[in-house]
């Protein structure tokens, strides 16, 4: 179970948000500027919040009061950007197998079971201005699980895509989740994505939790 109750000072607002997840999907919906990617960074370890905590299956990663503050490298925590942060002078390969620390036979497993699941094993030797807007989604989820994090973290993983591959997708995700049993937390601010995709869902507003508003 993921836990999270922290504050944070923003430019024009104070976020304060409490919830908990389990091994579905999360989503945190709302406007843009809501503070929904300052959640999703702050989980990471990307951004230290101002007070709260942020405990992981009883390990605390940040605390403010125990002052814990754990770095992102060490919190086994994935996270897919809404522009995927992929390499274009690295093929799919490189890409996928970024940030993995020690090859090993079981890492050689994982990258080969995630080229079938995804079915990208034919695109292993494409660099990223070849590949299509799903294409590019499959391989930035491929290389955000291949580290086998512990929570997922999706920031707005499909707005750039055409109904069509957004639907597969969706589908795509919701499959991967079912596969991994990982908490996985998603930034959307497409009410019917955000229907979809969640078990669960937040709406933000101004950095405050509300009643959504579809």
Not at 32 to 53: E, M
Not at 133 to 159: F, N
Request: proline residues 5%.
């Amino acid at each position: 179970m993921l836990t999270v109750d922290i504050t944070r000072q923003l430019a024009d607002f104070t976020l304060e948000v409490q919830f908990t997840v389990e091994r579905n999907v999360l989503v945190l919906f709302g406007p843009s500027g809501s503070g929904k990617t300052t959640v999703l960074r702050s989980i990471a370890g990307l951004v230290r919040p101002d007070a709260g905590s942020i405990v992981h299956d009883g390990r605390v990663l940040y605390s403010a009061e125990g002052g814990v503050f754990v770095p992102p490298s060490e919190r086994n925590v994935g996270y897919m950007f809404q522009e995927f942060a992929l390499f274009p002078h690295m093929n799919v390969k490189r890409n996928i197998w970024y940030g993995v620390k020690k090859r090993s036979q079981e890492a050689d497993e994982m990258y080969g079971r995630l080229l079938e699941l995804l079915r990208i094993g034919h695109l292993a030797g494409r660099y990223v201005g070849q590949l299509s807007g799903g294409e590019k989604q499959r391989v930035a989820l491929a290389r955000a699980l291949m580290a086998e994090p512990k929570i997922l973290l999706l920031d707005e993983p499909l707005s750039s895509l055409d109904v069509a591959t957004r639907l597969e997708l969706q589908a795509e995700l919701k499959r991967m989740q079912e596969l991994w049993d990982i908490p996985f937390v998603l930034v959307t601010h497409d009410p019917d994505e955000a229907k979809a995709l969640g078990h669960k869902i937040l709406f933000l507003d101004r950095g405050r939790q509300a009643a959504p508003r579809w």
